[in-house]
């Protein structure tokens, strides 16, 4: 029997991805065309949910030593999260090097194995699965499974493979990166303005380095590294700055453009997109990873359930209808965000208003929430609950029988779904008997007041039903879990 799904690309949605579907049973591989990670470290951290996500799997605190974020904007508009009723910093300064090292030991934990040297160049779709074709270290070869989930990166093989049309706006502007050291750069940790159009930002990256990102109007949109040379990036530092950080070094430089683009469909019969592969933009909102990272959190135990044959129908179709519209907010948001970042004098009333906006607890709440992840709510049908399709905040605890008090989090490890309820033992244990191969039942109090008296989640922490007024919790079972078992 072919195996579940081949991931292509082990980058941080491509591990993500597989450690998920290993969590829910499936039988994954993943291919890299590079021999070893890169090291690189493009993004630095993540946002406030998909910390929480990490925390839903036990990876958080294996992070070791990081640090959370000190700084709520939205295209350096400051917005002050301390006034927030929860916290929406994220993780800030963590080299994406260190996310990936993270997750590729999960998933080698899970015992995923990931094939490097292993460049995907073609596949077709036969009718129970996907036969995919790679050149690896000994030459042209052929692996097969049910699915195959492109997680290959924003120029993504399989995307163009499977004729998903990948549209979106054309570069205008170009943006220098660097990471620097030995230069006495002071930190911009959320960016300046220079008169005239330019922005300049630094990050203290921990290790000596400073991660600095310049914007000058004169600067022609190019891609990519090996063009680039320092003395360019240090000029233009200076002529925005009037510092001078010529006598610095530099470990990793690249030009960057705010060309986006975003995939059409995210699923097209037995092939999927996910990370970059199905949405990519400018860094400036610093949120490719978490954004990516959420996809394979949402795709991982849908597509587990189609493999494994008990999913409900349309429910891998969910995936597209949840996931999509968020790429195309991302890609929104970067938007407004490089403009209010990046343009001149011209933009100031703009930015005068949102200055005032943010002011406003509801205003500041909305667009932190954009930035953070921490609004994302699924459609998941008719209800009144607040709470029905956002998160359960992950760090609400639950006192168990014998005064045991568990997070919410905790209860997310294995990636099944999850009904808490606040009453009878046995009569929760009753209600979800049908789904107990797929659905875990606890029963507790809440240790502070506000918590729903029962309620389902997803595997990734969303919320499909509550009590006492979400109806037939066998409805809401039967409409995320499947048929019940006898
Ligand atoms: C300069 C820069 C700075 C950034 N800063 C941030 C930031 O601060 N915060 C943030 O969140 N994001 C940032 N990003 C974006 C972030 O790096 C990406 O969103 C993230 O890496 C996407 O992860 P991914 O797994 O989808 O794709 P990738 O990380 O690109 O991984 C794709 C993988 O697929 C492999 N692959 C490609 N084609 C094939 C093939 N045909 N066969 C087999 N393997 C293949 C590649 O080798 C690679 O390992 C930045 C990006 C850049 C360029």
């Known amino acids: 029997m072919a195996k579940g799904a081949i991931v292509v690309g082990a980058g941080p949605v491509g591990l993500m991805l597989a450690g998920e579907l290993r ?29 929480e996500v990490l925390d839903q799997r036990g990876l958080l605190t294996e992070l070791g030593d990081f640090r959370w974020g000190q700084h709520g904007h939205f295209g350096g508009v400051r917005i002050d999260f301390t006034l927030l009723e929860e916290s929406h910093f994220g993780v800030m300064g ?86 620097v050291t030995g230069a006495g750069i002071r930190p911009r940790p959320i ?57 610095g070094q530099t470990r990793w430089m690249t030009a960057l453009t705010n060309a986006t683009g975003l995939a059409e469909r995210y699923r097209s019969g037995r092939v999927l997109l996910a990370g970059d592969a199905a949405h990519d933009h400018a860094p400036l909102g610093a949120q490719g990873v978490s954004v990516g990272l959420q996809d394979a959190v949402n795709l991982g135990w849908k597509l587990a359930a189609t493999i494994n044959g008990w999913a409900p129908e349309g429910l891998l179709d969910t995936y597209h209808a949840e996931r999509h519209p968020l790429g195309e907010q991302l890609l929104r948001n970067v938007h407004a965000q490089s403009l209010l970042y990046l343009s001149g004098q011209e933009m100031e009333p703009l ?67 999850v009904l808490i309820s606040t009453g009878d033992p046995a009569t929760a244990e009753k209600t979800a008997a049908g789904w107990s191969d797929r659905v875990d039942v606890v029963t507790g109090t809440w240790s502070e007041d506000g918590g729903p008296e029962a309620v389902l989640l997803r595997p990734d922490g969303h919320v499909v039903w509550t009590a006492p007024d979400g109806g037939e919790p066998h409805d809401a079972l039967t409409r995320w879990f499947g048929t019940a078992t006898t």
Request: glycine share 16%; hydrophobic share 35%.
């Open 191 to 247: 960016g300046e303005r220079v008169e005239g159009g330019g922005m300049v930002l630094s990050v203290g990256l921990g290790d000596g380095y400073d991660r600095i990102v310049i914007h000058e109007p004169g600067i022609r949109p190019h891609h990519g590294e090996g063009t680039l040379t320092f003395t360019e990036v240090a000029d233009a530092w200076q002529r925005l700055t009037g510092e001078s950080i010529h006598h």
């Open 351 to 417: 930015r005068a208003v949102m200055r005032e906006l943010v002011q406003i607890p509801d205003a500041a709440r909305y667009l932190a929430g954009q930035v953070s992840g921490l609004h994302i709510r699924y459609d998941v049908g008719a209800g009144e609950h607040p709470l029905l399709g956002l998160r359960l905040p992950p760090q609400r605890e639950l006192v168990r029988a014998g005064g045991t008090a568990v997070r919410v989090a905790d209860l997310l490890h294995g990636a099944r779904g």
């Open 23 to 51: 969590l829910g049973g499936v039988d994954v591989v993943v291919y890299d065309k590079l021999p070893a990670p890169s090291g690189e470290s493009r993004g630095l951290g993540f946002t406030s949910r998909t910390a």
């Open 94 to 179: 963590l080299p994406q090097s260190r996310t990936e090292q993270l997750l590729g030991d999960w998933v080698a934990r899970l015992g995923v194995p990931v094939h490097r040297g292993c460049e995907v160049t073609g596949f077709e779709e036969t009718d129970d699965g996907v036969l995919v074709r790679y050149d690896g270290p000994e030459g042209p070869s052929e692996d097969s499974a049910r699915y195959l989930i492109g997680c290959d990166g924003g120029r993504s093989t399989v995307r163009r493979l499977a004729g998903i049309a990948f549209t979106g706006d054309a570069a205008t502007r170009g943006m220098y990166l660097a990471d």
